[in-house]
């Protein structure tokens, strides 16, 4: 049985290979991958994946919808009723293949911390 930290995808659909322009790496190691994920209003990333589960803390929030690969809606900001804030940490699973659109008038800026398999 596959656990969280075994979920693999092509590794061209990573984000720091699929969406460099969207995705800073500030820190890798054998435990931690640290990113800086910046997308500006009317932007959207190109299709990317996230392998593995962390957490996100939020240093600028703006409405956006996450697509699928096929480019179904799989979640839309504006229909939620709890918006993250800057300063809040929360935490995600891997995110299977995937883009984000910013339909909101502000930044979308998050530091995630990735937790790798051998921690």
Do not use: C
Not at 13 to 33: F, G, I, K, Q, S
Not at 65 to 87: A, I, N, Q
Not at 94 to 103: A, E, I, R, T
Request: proline residues 8%.
């Amino acid at each position: 049985m596959m656990n969280a930290f075994e979920i693999s995808w092509p590794k061209e659909l990573d984000a720091m290979t699929a969406a460099p322009e969207h995705h800073t790496l500030l820190l890798e190691n054998e435990h931690v991958r640290v990113l800086d994920s910046l997308v500006k209003p009317g932007e959207s990333t190109p299709v990317h994946t996230h392998e593995w589960p962390g957490v996100l803390y939020i240093l600028g929030f703006s409405d956006f919808v996450r697509y699928d690969d096929t480019g179904e809606v799989l979640f839309d900001s504006r229909e939620s009723v709890d918006k993250p804030t800057p300063g809040q940490a929360l935490w995600a699973g891997p995110l299977h293949p995937h883009y984000v659109s910013n339909v909101g008038e502000t930044d979308i800026r998050v530091i995630s911390v990735e937790l790798k398999p051998n921690y």
